[in-house]
């Protein structure tokens, strides 16, 4: 077939029954494992469905570009890929490769499930999907199978969408309600999230689980490998270093670390800011420029993305992480990766002041945090951490304590696959 083999190509792990086990769908943007942050969410939930349940669970992805489309098992994970265009996902082509991957992510869904009934007896058990259009591709697929759909809902991509693609912004409102609804259940990543979906979009209660975001604390830990890294980078080996790490959005504040760096700059000439990201039309458009216009060529390192396996050692490299975020809807409601990123390598954190956030970064405790949009503030807290190492050092190791204990994903994801009842998991009974 064009799309899916007649039979996986790799060789099924011992002890895997295929005839046996209940099955579960899972839509996913790139290959798994993870080469960056985009599927760690779902790649942990099917790890834990694995675990918990004991299931099978079917990935759904596109491949990278049509040269490299495959479908193999990786930790039990069947990972099966549509011939698609993942490297393009963020270029000038997105749009045009995202509505062709929802199609084709339906399609596949569609035929394995044919597949499965025809070789197995049984299909899928559910499907699941995080963020709205691949949840909207789930909730289609659910309906033409008849299986109950999963969504993972842990940003407001209408809210995202006001400033970096307003012309979606509206459409991207209905997508989410849509999907919300025609949902079995909705998973969030905070109490306030819950709180909004119930008041403002009129979702029962008991329909929304709350399950948040964390990290891989075994990866990203204090005592990775460093030797090297900063001279790679071109940093000084007693430079203080901050970093932005993730997607650069209006959003996201970056102008705003750019204008505290400057303040730094004053009184630390030798600061350093990394950024992990960067290249898209907001970062070259609004940062570039004001890096120049600031005078802080020199302070900036701009390496790109890197492997997400490499990020571990570059994060520990580093003194401070940063998090000038824009308190919007969006930020006001949602938990950020970097945050426990930064945090598992030990890291001090400078944050905005935001509401679910607030809950757990804590000013003095585990973090120092400041008014969004308040240049001044940051410069102060970033000053303040470069001056006083013992601070650093205790709100760092606070901010680890809390990652092992409470948002380490080995542990945070069985929440969510508790919901995975007996129920569900038979297919024959599903619906």
Same mark, same amino acid.
């Given at each position: 077939?064009?799309?899916?083999?007649?039979?996986?190509?790799?060789?099924?792990?011992?002890?895997?029954?295929?005839? +046996?086990?209940?099955?579960?769908?899972? !839509?996913?943007?790139?290959?798994?494992?993870?080469?960056?942050?985009?599927?760690?969410?779902?790649?942990?939930?099917?790890? $834990?469905?694995?675990?918990?349940?004991?299931?099978?669970?079917?990935?759904? +992805?596109? /491949?990278?570009?049509?040269?490299?489309?495959? /479908?193999?098992? =990786?930790?039990?994970?069947?990972?099966?890929?549509?011939?698609?265009?993942?490297?393009?996902?963020?270029?000038?082509?997105?749009?045009? =490769?995202? &509505?062709?991957?929802?199609?084709?992510?339906?399609?596949?869904?569609?035929? *394995?499930?044919?597949?499965?009934?025809? +070789?197995?007896?049984?299909?899928?058990?559910?499907?699941?999907?995080?963020?709205?259009?691949?949840?909207?591709?789930? =909730?289609?697929?659910?309906? *033409?199978?008849?299986?109950?759909?999963?969504?993972?809902?842990?940003?407001?991509?209408?809210?995202?969408?006001?400033?970096?693609?307003?012309?979606?912004?509206?459409?991207?409102?209905?997508?989410?309600?849509?999907?919300?609804?025609?949902?079995?259940?909705?998973?969030? #990543? /905070?109490?306030?999230?819950?709180?909004?979906?119930?008041?403002?979009?009129?979702?029962?209660?008991?329909? &929304?689980?709350?399950?948040?975001?964390?990290?891989?604390?075994?990866?990203?830990?204090?005592?990775?490998?460093?030797?090297?890294?900063?001279?790679?980078?071109?940093?000084?080996?007693?430079?203080?270093?901050?970093?932005?790490?993730?997607?650069?959005?209006?959003?996201?504040?970056?102008?705003?670390? *750019?204008?505290?760096?400057?303040?730094?700059?004053?009184?630390?000439?030798?600061?350093?800011?990394?950024?992990?990201?960067?290249?898209?039309?907001?970062?070259?458009?609004?940062?570039?420029? *004001?890096?120049?216009?600031?005078?802080?060529?020199?302070?900036?390192?701009?390496?790109?993305?890197?492997?997400?396996?490499?990020?571990?050692?570059? !994060?520990?490299?580093?003194?401070?992480?940063?998090?000038?975020?824009?308190?919007?809807?969006?930020?006001?409601?949602?938990?950020?990766?970097?945050?426990?990123?930064?945090?598992?390598?030990?890291?001090?954190?400078?944050?905005?002041?935001?509401?679910? &956030?607030?809950?757990?970064?804590?000013?003095?405790?585990? $973090?120092? #945090?400041?008014? +969004?949009?308040?240049?001044?503030?940051?410069?102060?807290?970033?000053?303040?951490?470069?001056?006083?190492?013992?601070?650093?050092?205790?709100?760092?190791?606070?901010?680890?304590?809390?990652? =092992?204990?409470?948002?380490?994903?080995?542990? &945070?994801?069985?929440?969510?696959?508790?919901?995975?009842?007996?129920?569900?998991?038979?297919?024959? /009974?599903?619906?």
């Amino acid at each position: 077939m064009f799309f899916l083999r007649k039979r996986p190509p790799a060789v099924i792990p011992e002890g895997f029954d295929l005839d +046996s086990r209940p099955k579960v769908g899972i !839509l996913v943007e790139t290959t798994i494992p993870p080469v960056s942050r985009a599927n760690l969410r779902m790649y942990w939930l099917a790890k $834990a469905l694995i675990a918990e349940k004991r299931v099978m669970v079917n990935m759904v +992805s596109p /491949s990278k570009d049509l040269a490299t489309r495959r /479908s193999y098992f =990786v930790e039990w994970i069947w990972m099966n890929q549509f011939p698609g265009w993942a490297k393009h996902l963020y270029s000038s082509w997105r749009l045009p =490769v995202r &509505i062709w991957h929802f199609l084709a992510s339906i399609l596949s869904l569609a035929i *394995l499930e044919v597949w499965y009934r025809r +070789s197995y007896g049984r299909g899928f058990a559910a499907l699941h999907a995080w963020n709205p259009l691949a949840g909207l591709a789930a =909730v289609i697929a659910g309906k *033409l199978i008849r299986r109950p759909v999963f969504v993972d809902f842990t940003d407001f991509y209408s809210d995202i969408a006001r400033t970096d693609m307003p012309l979606l912004s509206k459409p991207l409102v209905w997508l989410e309600n849509y999907v919300l609804r025609q949902a079995r259940c909705v998973f969030v #990543v /905070s109490r306030q999230l819950k709180e909004h979906l119930v008041r403002s979009h009129g979702l029962p209660p008991a329909k &929304i689980h709350i399950v948040a975001d964390g990290t891989d604390s075994q990866t990203f830990r204090p005592d990775v490998p460093t030797t090297g890294v900063r001279e790679k980078l071109g940093i000084p080996a007693e430079a203080p270093v901050l970093v932005f790490h993730g997607d650069i959005k209006h959003d996201d504040g970056v102008d705003i670390l *750019l204008e505290a760096l400057a303040k730094v700059a004053a009184v630390r000439p030798d600061v350093r800011l990394l950024i992990l990201g960067g290249g898209s039309p907001y970062f070259d458009e609004v940062c570039r420029p *004001l890096i120049a216009r600031l005078g802080l060529s020199g302070n900036v390192v701009l390496p790109g993305w890197i492997p997400h396996n490499d990020v571990p050692a570059v !994060l520990c490299a580093c003194d401070i992480g940063a998090m000038t975020l824009r308190a919007t809807l969006n930020h006001d409601h949602y938990l950020s990766f970097k945050l426990f990123e930064y945090w598992g390598c030990g890291k001090p954190v400078v944050v905005t002041r935001l509401k679910a &956030i607030g809950e757990i970064a804590r000013d003095g405790e585990n $973090a120092l #945090v400041a008014k +969004s949009g308040d240049a001044d503030a940051f410069a102060r807290a970033f000053l303040r951490l470069i001056e006083d190492r013992g601070l650093a050092a205790r709100l760092g190791h606070a901010g680890r304590e809390l990652v =092992v204990r409470e948002y380490d994903w080995r542990e &945070i994801m069985k929440k969510e696959a508790a919901v995975y009842t007996g129920e569900i998991l038979d297919s024959r /009974s599903a619906g």
